[in-house]
Every structure is written in C-alpha cells, then in structure tokens.
Nanobody, 126 residues
C-alpha cells in the first residue's frame, strides 16, 4: 500500500510563496508520474501540475503556469510544488497523487492517478 505524506501548507499573504512536499513510501515511485491537484470549497478537484517519472516533462494548469513549478527527487521518493506569486484564488486543499503510468503522456484528470495524499490546506489571505 502506497503512502503519500504531504507537508508545507499553511497561511501565506498574497504575493507570497510556499513549497509543498509529498513523500512516498511503501510502493513504487520512481517509475510513476506524479501530480498535484487542488480542491476549493464547493468546487471539484482540479489538476494543478504533473511530472513524468524521470522529471523530463511537466504540465500545468493555465491558472498556475508561470507561477508554480513541480519537481521531483527520485532518490528521496519526493515530489515538490513550488508556488510563487500566490493569489487568494489559489486557496484550496492541495493533494499529491501517484500516476498509474510513467506519465507519457501526462494525465490531467484524477482517473489517471491511483494513490492520493491526505490533503493539505493552503490559504492565501492578508
């Protein structure tokens, strides 16, 4: 059973930055794509960013392109989401997820991911 443990969320002012981490254990990590999703109150869970198994390709939602960056360290079984220039509309619960494949191509929908973290609140507010 794969476990994904997220960390790094919290409260930040508009324009600020946060770095989310997701550590995987008890299962395959290095041969799977990884993704970040988010869910705001009353809204569906949506794709934020994804990365292929070797980090060679990344993909982003249009709303975060140019502000967020996803990366991974396969030696540490960890994926990261660097979030800059945060806006109030980025407020949501953020989830990391393990892809069902290497990620070629990257899937931007939840059905392409088989294990999920517990979720972590990110609040952007002054």
């Amino acid at each position: 059973q794969v476990q994904l443990v997220e960390s790094g969320g919290g409260l930040v002012q508009p324009g600020g930055s946060l770095r989310l981490s997701c550590a995987a254990s008890r299962g395959t990590f290095v041969t799977r794509a990884m993704g970040w999703f988010r869910q705001a109150p009353g809204k569906e869970r949506t794709f934020v960013a994804g990365i292929t198994w070797n980090g060679g390709t990344t993909a982003y939602a249009d709303s975060v392109k140019g502000r967020f960056a996803i990366s991974r360290d396969n030696a540490k079984n960890t994926v990261y989401l660097e979030m800059n220039s945060l806006k109030p509309e980025d407020t949501a619960v953020y989830y990391c997820a393990r892809g069902e494949t290497l990620g070629v191509p990257l899937v931007r929908f939840a059905y392409g991911y088989d294990y999920w973290g517990q979720g972590m609140q990110v609040t952007v507010s002054s």
